[in-house]
T-cell receptor
Framework: GEEVAQTPKHLVRGEGQKAKLYCAPI?????VFWYQQVLKNEFKFLIS????????ETGMPKERFSAKCLPNSPCSLEIQATKLEDSAVYFC??????????FGPGTRLTVL | GENVEQHPSTLSVQEGDSAVIKCTYS??????FPWYKQELGKGPQLIID?????GEKKDQRIAVTLNKTAKHFSLHITETQPEDSAVYFC??????????????FGQGTILTVHP
């Protein structure tokens, strides 16, 4: 597709529940980035992929967060045992070169 | 790592006026500088970008200037319209290593254009 697609648009979870977010990058783009946007507009980098390989995972709280980009499937970001502070909007972006990054509409996660 | 500072945090202008938003960055190896516009409830939209081998780039009413020596870059919007109202972010990617491409964003500028 010509736009990055993210599903679902909204996700509500009770604390401790699992949450799984999906991202379909623009066709032909080999890089995928995940960012978390919290209050006051702050963006936090989580993880990046080059094709199906993890490129940089320095932003991921690894004990609860995991992510995958498998061939012929949407990329996914999974949070095990969600916490209140995970409430945020999660964006993925795809890029042909790791420079120009095109963002999806985001998934708003609310943890109650 | 990269540190990006953006000013002002809010900017209010009258329709037709110009708006300027400034950013500074810390990593002298950075060579690509995008600007994003984010409307309420939407994802950031890439509106213009500049590479370090040029000092200015224009696209209709928007322009970006880059001063590599001073490590700052600016977004200029001329003849502002109410639909320009949004939050604008500058960003700079990490230039090398395994963090290549990872964007560090500025703090955002809330631009309000009054009719």
């Amino acid at each position: 597709g010509e736009e990055v697609a993210q599903t679902p648009k909204h996700l509500v979870r009770g604390e401790g529940q699992k949450a799984k977010l999906y991202c379909a990058p623009i066709k032909g783009h080999s890089y995928v980035f995940w960012y978390q946007q919290v209050l006051k507009n702050e963006f936090k980098f989580l993880i990046s992929f080059q094709n199906e390989n993890v490129f940089d995972e320095t932003g991921m709280p690894k004990e609860r967060f995991s992510a995958k980009c498998l061939p012929n499937s949407p990329c996914s970001l999974e949070i095990q045992a969600t916490k209140l502070e995970d409430s945020a909007v999660y964006f993925c972006a795809s890029s042909p070169s790791a420079n120009e990054q095109f963002f999806g509409p985001g998934t708003r996660l609310t943890v109650l | 790592g990269e540190n990006v500072e953006q000013h002002p945090s809010t900017l209010s202008v009258q329709e037709g006026d110009s708006a300027v938003i400034k950013c500074t960055y810390s990593d002298s190896a950075s060579n690509y500088f995008p600007w994003y516009k984010q409307e309420l409830g939407k994802g950031p939209q890439l509106i213009i970008d500049i590479r370090s081998n040029v000092g200015e780039k224009k696209d209709q009413r928007i322009a970006v200037t880059l001063n590599k020596t001073a490590k700052h870059f600016s977004l200029h919007i001329t003849e502002t319209q109410p639909e320009d109202s949004a939050v604008y972010f500058c960003a700079a990617p990490h230039a090398g290593g395994t963090s290549y491409g990872k964007l560090t964003f500025g703090q955002g500028t809330i631009l309000t254009v009054h009719p």
